[in-house]
């Protein structure tokens, strides 16, 4: 399995708003990007409706999530 990162939702919101590092590090990312519940719930509280939206969803539908994975929960995952 490869090396998982957990992406935390300041940095997503800088990649969605363009900002060059936060692209340049997701761009570069060698582990697979996981996405928390907490992390999307915080995405969703901000977004604006329409094209933002759609966005969104698309963007978050193309990246794993943790109560996607069927291990979480059954060990602890340090960060």
Same mark, same amino acid.
């Given at each position: 399995?490869?090396? !998982?990162?957990?992406?935390?939702?300041?940095?997503?919101?800088? +990649?969605?708003?363009?900002?060059?590092?936060?692209?340049?590090? !997701?761009?570069?990312?060698?582990?697979?990007? !996981? !996405?928390?519940?907490?992390?999307?719930?915080?995405? +969703?509280?901000?977004?604006?409706?329409?094209?933002?939206?759609?966005?969104?969803?698309? +963007?978050?539908?193309?990246?794993?999530?943790?109560?996607?994975?069927?291990?979480?929960?059954?060990?602890?995952?340090?960060?």
């Amino acid at each position: 399995m490869n090396s !998982l990162v957990l992406l935390d939702s300041d940095v997503l919101i800088d +990649f969605l708003r363009g900002q060059p590092l936060a692209v340049t590090y !997701l761009e570069n990312l060698t582990e697979t990007p !996981l !996405l928390s519940v907490v992390a999307v719930a915080e995405l +969703f509280s901000g977004v604006r409706d329409g094209n933002e939206r759609r966005s969104l969803e698309a +963007f978050v539908a193309s990246v794993p999530s943790l109560k996607k994975i069927p291990w979480v929960g059954q060990r602890q995952i340090l960060l």
